[in-house]
């Protein structure tokens, strides 16, 4: 057992025949932000969906705050746990999507009340408490009583970012936030994201903004066919790449 | 076309002619609400079911869908007497409606269950829900969205396949209308009062489709 807030260890997955990830060990720290970059189809969005159960993975074990995601090991035979332990464990982390996918027959603050009341059983007081105090802090008092529908994709991504987060994880996870939206739209997203960084959050980022992982995340991983490439600091990362693979990618990459 | 006469022995009438559409009405709700009921677990069975117990039902909706109403209304008034279960002209006629209902509720129902993106599913686990939760505040209240108007137009066609059950022997409307035509020899202006009685009927289900679509609808 060790402190860290997540470890991840020989993290095996495939899609029938296809190899997805092929061994991914990663460890990180309460507080981190973490960038995982690479090109598409190189595992990152995977990865970051087996940290919650949203996919299954054959091999390696994933841990949050020392205890086992998903599987158990029981007389030698690995199982998956009951649905109801993962649903559980899978409030330990908050996740926002590519797509928001809010719930659009429901306000921005009955999207964000919907776990704290179902899933951490508060009032209906206390969660729409928490429901504005959220909103607020991601920019958008006074959109609390509007559908989804009724809101830009940049307030939409907002919104599901405080739904993400109200729940009050220990780590959340960001698969390429920002890539449905709008250029002009996509800042706003990012500032709320920051300010949660700043606010001591640990994170894990999969991103297509370069300069955006080189300013907020304090680690970035490159992953590649399935393993990490290389990993280190943003600026040594992104000036002195050691792998051609990492140059390459650079170059192609936004980011210059 | 003499009005008032037909007035006049339409008023002498009014007793059968009530209590024909009282039945047909009743008919009508009793095998809409058992075949929305079974109907839902058709849905939920095609959609969620394990495989086996997907085949069975898949196998039941095709074979229904695929066989008309009248010899499913004639096969359980008589075939199913031949097996022991003996029932009623009502009762067969309402079990024969409301499995050819539920084939078509549970059809509309995976269909709008099957509709909705994967993503509502992967947000609500993401917060920790479990499936009956997710269902129950995510998935449910959009497919039920989705799944009124087809099944406003599955009510309305029960009512006009309760005029089948004529055939044995139940006294609905049509059966009452054409005793009526038999005595009064009347045909046109009875036909058109009773056409008039489940155009009034239908008309209301749809209103209240309407009505329903309109509360529950999502701001945009």
Redesign the interface.
């Known amino acids: 057992m060790s402190n860290n807030l997540l470890e991840i260890r020989d993290l095996h997955k495939s899609y029938g025949d296809v190899e997805v990830l092929k061994g991914v060990d990663c460890t990180m720290s309460q507080g981190d932000v973490i960038s995982i970059i690479g090109s598409s189809g190189s595992g990152k969005t995977t990865m970051l969906r087996c940290i919650?159960?949203?996919e299954e993975f054959q091999g390696g074990s994933i841990s949050i705050d020392g205890q086992e995601i998903g599987y158990e090991t029981v007389g030698g035979e690995r199982r998956r746990k009951k649905?109801?332990e993962i649903?559980?464990q899978?409030?330990l982390?908050?996740?926002a999507?590519q797509?928001f996918?809010?719930?659009?027959?429901m306000t921005a603050a009955r999207n964000v009340m919907?776990?704290l009341m179902?899933?951490k059983r508060l009032s209906k007081e206390e969660a729409r408490a928490l429901a504005e105090k959220w909103l607020d802090r991601v920019g958008l008092r006074g959109r609390a009583d509007h559908?989804p529908?009724?809101l830009s994709g940049g307030q939409q991504q907002r919104v599901?970012i405080a739904?993400?987060i109200a729940?009050n994880p220990r780590l959340m996870l960001f698969d390429e936030v920002t890539s449905a939206l709008d250029p002009e739209l996509v800042n706003e997203v990012l500032q709320v994201i920051k300010a949660l960084a700043q606010d001591g959050m640990s994170m894990l980022l999969v991103t297509h903004e370069m300069r955006f992982a080189y300013e907020v995340s304090n680690r970035v991983i490159f992953m590649n066919e399935g393993r990490i490439g290389e990993e280190g600091n943003p600026r040594e990362m992104f000036h002195k790449p050691k792998s051609e693979r990492l140059a390459e990618f650079l170059k192609t990459s936004s980011f210059g | 076309m003499d009005i008032a006469h037909f007035l006049d022995v339409l008023w002498l009438a009014r007793l059968p002619i009530l209590k024909g559409l009282g039945v047909t009405i009743s008919i009508s709700f009793l095998a809409i609400c058992f075949g929305t009921v079974l109907g839902l677990f058709v849905g939920l069975a095609l959609t969620y079911g394990v495989r086996p117990l997907r085949w069975i039902v898949r196998g039941y909706t095709d074979f229904i869908r695929g066989t008309p109403v009248l010899v499913l209304v004639l096969a359980s008034y008589y075939v199913l007497g031949t097996i022991g279960l003996d029932l009623g002209p009502f009762q067969a006629g309402v079990l024969a409606l409301a499995v050819f209902c539920s084939s078509h509720v549970g059809e509309i129902v995976r269909g709008a269950l099957q509709s909705i993106p994967k993503g509502q599913t992967e947000a609500a686990k993401a917060i920790g829900l479990t499936f009956p939760q997710t269902f129950a505040y995510v998935l449910g209240p959009q497919a039920l969205r989705q799944v009124l108007p087809a099944w406003v137009n599955t009510a309305a066609e029960m009512v006009k396949a309760s005029t089948l059950l004529s055939i044995i022997g139940v006294a609905e409307l049509l059966l009452r209308t054409q005793e009526l035509i038999s005595r009064a020899f009347m045909s046109l202006e009875f036909y058109l009062f009773a056409g008039l009685l489940y155009f009034t009927i239908n008309y209301a289900i749809e209103r209240f489709g309407r009505y329903v679509e309109r509360k529950t609808a999502v701001p945009s």
């Not at chain 1, 996918?101 to 027959?105: K, R, W």
């Open positions: 919650n159960m949203l649905e109801k649903a559980r899978r409030a982390t908050g996740m999507f797509q996918n809010l719930f659009p027959h919907l776990g179902k899933v559908f529908g009724q599901a739904r993400a729940m």
